[in-house]
């Protein structure tokens, strides 16, 4: 009987070794598998996908890919890499993604709605692309996302006010874009300027709030009356670094001829 029991704990152990092993293969391939369905979308000149190779046990080995100590992907890191192609909405099975980098390349087609499945996600970089269509409401579910930086593609449609309910959003922008309609001034976009909304001609500021967008909404007023104005000395002054910011913003405001707010 005593010289059972230790076979017993030894059978019971590799067991529960194997069954680990098997889980961790599992999960690992299931994002390998959703990654390489990345790659299979994406145009790579440059071969920065070179080294995801899916018959590994989990891609945590490949270049551009950061996991946990669990072996699950929680950083993908493909800025200014030269891709384009889509998006896929395998991406959504990226359940411990925190960052999600793509920004600078040449991507196109629309932003996946399956991206809301990202619950962990704190930074969503997808600007300097060819993105266009709506921006996914499902955006929304992103609880604990910080960065939003949509800025400078095609995206167009309305801002989902799903956004809004997005208590830790720190920095928005969406700017330079083709986005139309009212931007929500609650819950946390109460926080952010005109600037987070730039240059999207069919978007309209709600000119009686109190708020950021406010001041910003005055400044641009102020600065189409004063279009024709030829010269400014500011000579033997030292402007702080906000009032700098001002008046580069005056600047462009003035070469963009930006349309007045009614």
């Not at 993105?131 to 593609?153: A, D, V, W």
């Not at 830790?168 to 969406?174: E, G, H, N, Y």
Request: proline fraction near 5%.
């Amino acid at each position: 009987m005593d010289r059972i029991s230790p076979l017993i704990s030894t059978s019971t152990l590799l067991w529960f070794i194997f069954v680990l092993y098997s889980f961790s293969k599992v999960y690992g391939n299931s994002e390998g598998d959703a990654l390489n369905a990345l790659k299979v979308q994406l145009s790579d000149p440059n071969n920065v996908l070179q080294s995801w190779d899916p018959t590994l046990v989990n891609p945590c080995t490949w270049y551009h890919v950061t996991c946990n100590n669990e072996n699950s992907v929680t950083r993908l890191e493909l800025g200014n890499a030269s891709l384009s192609g889509q998006l896929v909405p395998q991406l959504g099975q990226l359940m411990n993604l925190q960052y999600l980098e793509l920004y600078g390349n040449k991507i196109t087609g629309k932003i996946p709605k399956e991206l809301g499945n990202l619950k962990n996600l704190v930074s969503l970089d997808l600007y300097m692309n060819q993105l266009e269509g709506r921006i996914p409401s499902t955006l929304g579910n992103l609880q604990k996302l910080r960065y939003l930086r949509l800025h400078h593609n095609t995206l167009t449609g309305t801002i989902p006010y799903s956004l809004t309910t997005i208590s830790t959003l720190q920095v928005l922008d969406l700017s330079y874009n083709r986005l139309r309609g009212h931007v929500p001034v609650n819950g946390s976009f109460a926080l952010f300027t005109a600037m987070s909304f730039y240059h999207n001609p069919g978007l309209k500021l709600p000119v009686s709030s109190s708020g950021p967008i406010k001041s910003m909404i005055f400044l641009r007023r102020r600065t189409r009356m004063m279009i024709n104005l030829r010269s400014i000395i500011i000579a033997c002054n030292i402007l702080s670094r906000d009032e700098k910011f001002y008046e580069v913003y005056e600047s462009h405001l003035q070469s963009s001829a930006v349309e007045d707010v009614k």
